[in-house]
C-alpha cells in the first residue's frame, strides 16, 4: 500500500472537507487498535448533551435516533505497508451533539467536538455507473442532500476474526451496504479503502472506500427496493464513473451534498486521474 500526497482542493471544496491521507487499501493491510474507554467529558458536557437529546427527539420524532454506541477515529497513520486506526467507544449522544451544533459551537463547549468515525462508499457497477443516494428528509443528519451510501462502525457488531476481536470498518461498510441496499455479498468484487477526509463543518472523520460490484445500476434499484434501510433515501442516482464529468458535478453542485458524499466522489476523481 503506497500513501499518496495530499494536495491542495479547488474551491469551493474545502468549505465542506478536508482530505486526512489518501491511500489504496486492502483489508489485509489494515490494521486496528482497540481501546475500550469511553472519552472522559465533563459535567458540563454531559447536562448539555442530556438536555440536547431529550429536545432532539422531541422535536424529530419520525429520525429513529437511539443513543447506541459507534467508533471513534482517536489515531490513524498511513505506512508504505498498511493503514493504521486507533478506534475507542463514544455514545451517538455525544456524536450527535456535536455535528448537530457545529464545529465552531463544539470548540467553545466543554470538551470540544467529539464525533463518532463514518463510513461511506462509492459503488461500481458493471456497467460503469457510481452509485448515491439522495437522503430523505426523515434522516438525522443531512436530509434531502446527494450523499455516499454507508454509516458508523458498530462495535458490538462489525468485528473481524482473530485474537483481537477488534471492529473492522471493511466489514462495517459491507454490512451497511446490505441493510442500504439489499447488496448480496456474491455481488461484490473488490473493496478497497481510498482515503480518510474531515467534515470541515462537523469535524466528523470519514472512512472512504471504493465498492465494484458485477451488477448493473439498474439491477441494483430493483433488490434495493428491499433493503432494511430502505426510508434513508429516497432514490438512487447514477453518475457517469469519467472523471471530467465527476470533477464538473463536485465542483458545481458541491452545496447540495453532504460533505462526506462530496468527499467520497472527490476522492473516487483522484484515484481515476493518479493526481
Known sequence: ??????????????RYFRILTRCSCKPNQLRVYWEETYPELSAARQTLEEHFWQAYQKNHPTAGVYNGTICQLRDYQATESELVLRLGPIHFKTHLFTITKGKILSHSIPDGPQTGLGVSATILTADNRLLFMKRSQKVATAPGLFDAFGGHIDPN????????????????ILCELREELNLPPETIQQTKAIGLIENA????????FSVR??????????????????SE????????????????????YARDFSPSGLGALWLHYLSLTGE
Open 201 to 208: 463543518l462537523t469535524t466528523q472523520p470519514e472512512m472512504i
Open 1 to 14: 500500500m503506497n500513501p499518496k500526497s495530499v494536495s491542495a482542493l479547488p474551491e469551493p471544496l474545502p
Open 233 to 252: 433515501y429516497s432514490h438512487i442516482i447514477h453518475i457517469p464513473n469519467d472523471a471530467e464529468r465527476i470533477r464538473k458535478i463536485c465542483l458545481k
Open 213 to 230: 460490484i458485477a451488477e448493473k445500476a439498474e439491477q441494483v434499484a430493483e433488490h434495493a427496493t428491499d433493503a432494511q434501510d430502505r
Open 157 to 172: 457488531h462489525h468485528r473481524k476474526n482473530g485474537p483481537e476481536n477488534t471492529p473492522c470498518p471493511f466489514h462495517a
